[in-house]
């Protein structure tokens, strides 16, 4: 069983960052694949970013990319969701999900086994 427990949401202005941090227990980490998904009020849940194994590969959404990056420090069982420029658009609950399968890094890939209880992010304009 892996426990992933997201932390570091909260209200910003546009323009400004946040950072997002998913920290595991249960498994050894590096061995799972992690992403983020997010959904807004009376939306689908979408895919943000991912990050492999080593954290030698990451992909991510086209709304995100250059703004969003995604990485993991093995040691600490924890990957980092760093949110820069900010937008009102952005504004979602944010989860992370891991799986121990050979899913390709892509913005497809999957599917993810297991999932945080999401944490809020608010952009006001």
């Known amino acids: 069983q892996v426990q992933l427990v997201e932390s570091g949401g909260g209200l910003v202005q546009a323009g400004g960052s946040l950072r997002l941090s998913c920290a595991a227990s249960?498994?050894?980490?590096?061995?799972?694949?992690v992403a983020w998904f997010r959904q807004a009020p009376g939306k689908e849940r979408r895919f943000v970013t991912a990050?492999?194994?080593?954290?030698?590969?990451?992909s991510y959404a086209d709304s995100v990319k250059g703004r969003f990056t995604i990485s993991r420090d093995n040691a600490k069982n924890t990957v980092y969701l760093q949110m820069n420029s900010l937008k009102p658009e952005d504004t979602a609950v944010y989860y992370c999900?891991?799986?121990?399968?050979?899913?390709?890094?892509?913005?497809?890939?999957?599917?993810?086994?297991?999932w945080g209880q999401g944490t809020q992010v608010t952009v006001s304009s």
């Open positions: 999900a891991a799986t121990a399968r050979p899913v390709p890094i892509t913005p497809w890939g999957g599917p993810y086994d297991y």
């Open positions: 249960g498994r050894t980490f590096s061995n799972w694949a």
């Open positions: 990050i492999s194994r080593s954290g030698g590969t990451t």
